[in-house]
T-cell receptor
Framework: GESVGLHLPTLSVQEGDNSIINCAYS??????FIWYKQESGKGPQFIID?????DKRQGQRVTVLLNKTVKHLSLQIAATQPGDSAVYFC???????????FGAGTRLAVHP | NAGVTQTPKFQVLKTGQSMTLQCAQD?????MYWYRQDPGMGLRLIYY???????DKGEVPNGYNVSRLNKREFSLRLESAAPSQTSVYFC????????????????FGPGTRLTVT
């Protein structure tokens, strides 16, 4: 079946730097994408989403970019903080938004 | 507002034993979901319930059954546990309409860590 994948399993950054987490998706019919953050021992927490009719969406310190031509999604975190250390998942949805397909996740490690 | 709650937090079963994982949400959401998460992998959908009274299979339904008891509660049952079902199980819920932020996000519970020996 089609699935969502990630380019980098682990990303290490210095505190204060910007982080970019990448994700490739394969289902061209997906029309909705979400980024989740999961801290150790907790459930995933919604960060930001984007519809397929958009290229960019900004939140607080986060920006999601969608490139439908190459089926690529990225999450940019500005001024990365120690509290941003977590595993980040991208997920794609379609078909009435009842089902999400998750990628394997990228671990973000923020060093002081 | 507790959000999504799950019980138990931890469970150890022997092969062949049965158990039910409980999930409840107090956000009046229509849809509820059960996922499993294995080490180094993303979440995989086991079953979901789009609305009260309906359930549908997800990506990995074999070995599981679900019950949408009412709008608040959605339980997951393992009839005869197997070591392959050792995993962390997450319940989630979502409103049918877009949320206050304009999103269709699913809200997740804290998870149940299950070990089958």
């Amino acid at each position: 079946g089609e699935s969502v994948g990630l380019h980098l399993p682990t990303l290490s950054v210095q505190e204060g730097d910007n982080s970019i987490i990448n994700c490739a998706y394969s289902n061209s019919a997906s029309d909705y994408f979400i980024w989740y953050k999961q801290e150790s021992g907790k459930g995933p927490q919604f960060i930001i989403d984007i519809r397929s009719n958009m290229d960019k969406r900004q939140g607080q310190r986060v920006t999601v970019l969608l490139n439908k031509t190459v089926k690529h999604l990225s999450l940019q975190i500005a001024a990365t903080q120690p509290g941003d250390s977590a595993v980040y998942f991208c997920a794609e949805g379609s078909g009435g938004y009842n089902k999400l397909i998750f990628g394997a996740g990228t671990r973000l490690a923020v060093h002081p | 507002n507790a959000g999504v709650t799950q019980t138990p937090k931890f469970q150890v079963l022997k092969t062949g034993q049965s158990m039910t994982l409980q999930c409840a949400q107090d956000m009046n959401h229509n849809s509820m979901y059960w996922y499993r998460q294995d080490p180094g992998m993303g979440l995989r959908l086991i079953y979901y319930s789009a609305s009260e009274g309906t359930t549908d299979k997800g990506e990995v339904p074999n070995g599981y059954n679900v019950s949408r008891l009412n709008k608040r509660e959605f339980s997951l049952r393992l009839e005869s546990a197997a070591p392959s079902q050792t995993s962390v199980y997450f319940c989630a819920s979502r409103n049918r309409d877009r949320g206050a932020g304009g999103a269709y996000e699913q809200y997740f519970g804290p998870g149940t860590r299950l070990t089958v020996t």
